[in-house]
């Protein structure tokens, strides 16, 4: 059975960092295709960051542009978001998501392209 668990999540002053982990299990990390998402009180969920299959591509929002990376352990079957300089407004709960396809171009910024979820980890940024 196919799962992702995120850790990593807590309160920060503005200007700090935090690393979220995803681990997945019953299946090989390379064979996806790895987003993280976000969704803040009364917003939409949105793409953050992308790791492409194998890690060959990488992408990230323009807001965490700069400011978060996105890597991948294959040998824990993990991927990571470090996030530094956080601001207020990254305040949301933090999702992982794998997907069979390919996220062409923007496409790997939409919900629909992935196949799992993880259960999320609140990140909340505040002094």
């Known amino acids: 059975q196919l799962q992702l668990v995120e850790s990593g999540g807590g309160l920060v002053q503005p200007g700090g960092s935090l690393r979220l982990s995803c681990v997945a299990s019953?299946?090989?990390?390379?064979?996806?295709?790895i987003g993280w998402f976000r969704q803040a009180p009364g917003k939409e969920r949105e793409g953050v960051s992308y790791s492409g299959h194998n890690g060959r591509r990488t992408v990230y929002a323009d807001s965490v542009k700069g400011r978060f990376t996105i890597s991948r352990d294959n040998a824990k079957n993990t991927v990571y978001l470090q996030m530094n300089s956080l601001k207020p407004e990254d305040t949301a709960v933090y999702y992982c998501a794998a997907s069979t396809v390919p996220g062409y171009g923007n496409s790997w910024s939409k919900s629909i392209l992935y196949d799992s979820w993880g259960q999320g980890t609140q990140v909340t940024v505040s002094s």
């Open positions: 019953g299946f090989t990390l390379d064979d996806y295709a």
